[in-house]
């Protein structure tokens, strides 16, 4: 009753006329406004973009920048779109190249909204694969970082770049620091045939499946996309050298002309941090064979023979996997009979 | 594009926060989820190094919550998080100046809490931080580690004390100290230090080690600190105790509230635990009071110490510290040489420099100089400076201010080294008592006061007074020569000794039925020799048959100085006032055999400091001089300060009227409008959460309820009104409140 009252007065309050004393300031009127304060710098809360379209560069720089960090889908995914028009346009108009728009970009690898991803993997197929080359370490960090992504679309998502990826730069892919091992430890902790894990808790526990099936909806189709795109990186990584053909100036050229390729010692790591045996080059085939069948051959072996025996699309994936691996381990030593 | 509907698994799934609480629930299932993202965390990591400085913000804030999801559980897989800590240490180490402030704070935060967990051990991580502390330029990076490293060192010293981490610690702090002494990085050493002194956290000597090199060091902050930690170091320790024992809880209000409140769980445990909180500060309070050695007292050659400090900041006329923290250094130099009676005889005739009227902040000056005066220092280097501050500073034509100053800071040095004084000066300075000012007036009596007393003999026969004279007369004020001492013994035993004998006496009486007196004694005296009692055990063990010898052949050797305890003195008072009672009886008679023949039990020990205690309250009630009230008040360990000096100077003078006004406004409710006094009662209640008083209730309550109570009161008949009045009685009886089953 007592609150009600006060209330009611408080609400009358607004229609009386205030009372004016003497020798006290007049009260504050309802509109007003402090202007006491003291400001270094004035935040505009609304700002206008100026962009007439006339500078065709700076409005490259503009979208650029909008598909990296606008916090709307459509913006980005907007922006993505008109960037993918001006590099696939005939001649290409990437002022800035492919170098920043990769820098700037890659982080959408495992951005939330599924369009835009998609979008960029629709630029990243316009992209010239000759000037992606040099950046594959680079772009096989987020990827790793996308394929163990909480959740599952970003996952699968990133294995289409991961295929991208392959199909234009199959040989760096495997052979650039860290891209061998540590791309397959991904694959395996993707695919829940990861032999550190168990290991890791000391005991195997009795429901341990893999784990990628449970749950999503489409569980098969993912967990068989997984297995193809792993046969495909194991094929990039196994194909034979091919031999080049014999160059009389080849011995010349190697010690007076300057190398042709991108970072050609990078075997020797400089300037780096000292890489541990995840993070070494492996660059040829014999290397990477070695360490496969050392590290990874028993755990992948025995995750495809299960993945075989479920039969349907995992098992007609893993059946390409098989093919892949007597392929490419065809020279080094029998696999485990059927 | 319509939005896409996720999976009820995935919708949860994709967020780190449950992931985290699922791994905590269950970490054997989600190990492979773990992984996934420790993988995660790798490639995020490796993003992040291969361009520290220019990450997006997006990749900053993805590798921010991995660090913070594999920072919570990293306790859970150790094998797969093995090289976690390191990652993050080497992170911090290597770009610690580029990291963006938020996963800066958010590294730290997951090496804390990996501390916590005992994933890594402290000594690694102090280890980490501390060399971040000494060199990053970010300030609020700097005051997060510091207080991480006080938390971290506080947190492991809880329990017990942590040695070895401590040693480590102090070690770094000592070497950081001495390493370069020019730089500032030695302020961090100093403050950490201090700070874990002032939390008794490190109470030994080693911290006092790390401070004294502070002192020595170049650099002026780093000295100061180092000073300042000596001189109000254990000051504020005892503040910080004071403070933390302060905010009691009201147990009271607290069980009333539970009474009325709706009952909770919550507020269960919070009586709970308000209640464990009083037990324990009950506890606190009967518990023993800790030994803490002050930290001057646990310097390691305080000698070498105040004549390196002295030579090296204060001799050395190259040196530019300021007036204000050369001061604080003089302060540290002659409070050592007061407390530890050291031997600076160059101290003295540098001071003369200092001691004129126009010197800026003289007091102190005169503060420290009566500060380094103790009875070993010779009076030959005193008696210039005492003459100089008289020539300066007391005369007619100099201010009443600094007259009283002077003649104060006299008396100070005085109390201290009563030889310093000549004979002519000390008539001439007590003469000053005639002057018109007051405050010169009380510094001169004060000085003669003090001579009465220590040096009768300085003054004129008409200002000895009356029992200086007779004092004089009898013998029993005696000047005492340099660097004479007194003789040892144990405080009070007298004292036990008498009250042996009365007991023995009233013993004595009782069985013999006699009332005690002449008889009673001399049987006392008779049957000394043969009995004990055996209830006397209790109190004493006096083996009274080899009593008698023993007392012949010590009262005969009157310098064999008996090996006893030897009394804790010095820490009360200095011992140049010898003209207690109970010592010139003791040394008239030869000194109290009593501890000599016969081992005192504990219950001695007992009644032996009961009577001291008593002595002493018979004492501070008026059997003994003001002076040497003072100079037991005094403790030692404070020393002099400026104020003590001007203190004089400010008697009799007017107050301001601000002084007045802030006076009589000190304890008033604040009033920054006109208001009444109700009003602010009100707005206090209010402020408080409670409405309003019974009585304001009654007051307001509407005219019309209470008019019809009112009008049948007069209407009531005789009886009606008998028997309320006796209710109202019955009421005040028992408590005045009106009970359900009371009758209407």
Redesign the interface.
Known sequence: MGSSNRKKKEKKKDFHKAKLKVGKANAKAANFTDTSFKSKSINVNQQTLEGDGSDSVEQFKQTLTTA??AKPDNLRRDALSYITTQVSAKPPNNPVGTASVLT?LL?LI?DVS??VRAHLLRLFRVLPPSEVRPHVE?ML??I??G???????IRSDTLNAMEWLLDVAGDEVVSCP?GWL?TL??FS??L?W?P??????N?Q?W??GS?STL???KGPEAQARQIQVLARFLQAGFQPETVAPYNPKAYWDNIYRLPATANPFAYLNLFG?PRDEDNEMYPDRISRQRVFDAKWRSSIVGGMEGAKKEGGTVGRAAALLDKALRGGLRDSAPLPAR | MGKRKLAALEKVDADLVSLQYKIRRDPKSYAQEFYDQWLAYDAQRQIFISSPSTASTDDLKKFHDLVDLIAHVADLYPDLTGAYPDHLKELLNQHHAVLHPELREKVVGSLVLLRRKDVIDSTSLLTTLFPILISTPSKTLRSLLYAKIISDLRESNSKSTNHRLNRTIQTVLHNLVTSDRTSTKGMWATRITRELWRRQVWSDAKPCDVMKEACLGDNEKVVVGGVKFFLGGDKSREEFEDESSGDDVDLKRVKHQSGINKKSKKRQKAYEKAIDKVKKQDRKKSAPHPLNFSALHLLHDPQGFAEQLFQKHLQNTKNKFSLDNKLLILQLVTRLVGLHKLTIISLYSWFVRFLTPKQAQVTSFLASLAQATHDLVPPDAIEPLVVKIANEFVSEASASEVAAAGINSIREIAIRQPLCMTETLLQDLVLYQRSKDKGVVMAAKGLQSLYREVYPELLQKKYRGKEATMGLRSGETRQRKFGEEDVGGIEGIELLEQYKEEQKAKKLAEQEGLPEGDEGKKKLDDEDDDGFHSDEWEVGSTDSESSGGWIDVESDGEDDVPAKKRQKTGSEAPQLVDGDKENVVAEANGISTLAMTSILTPADLLKLQELRREARVDQALGNRSKRKKELIDRHIDEGVTAEDIELPATLGKKSTKEERVALAKDGKPGRDEHKSTQAIRKSKKEAEGKSSTNKEKARKKNFLMTVGKARAKTKRSLTDTTKALRQHVARSKNGGRRRNDAPP
Request: charged letters at 15%; a positive charge; proline letters at 2%.
């Open positions: 990296a960090t700037k982080p495992s599924i369009s680079k960090m987020y790793r970082g394929m163990t992504h909480l959740s599952a679309d860290g540590k430890n991904s902790s993707m829940g990861n550190s894990v168990g290991s890791a808790m005991s526990g429901t341990s784990k749950g999503t909806k941090a």
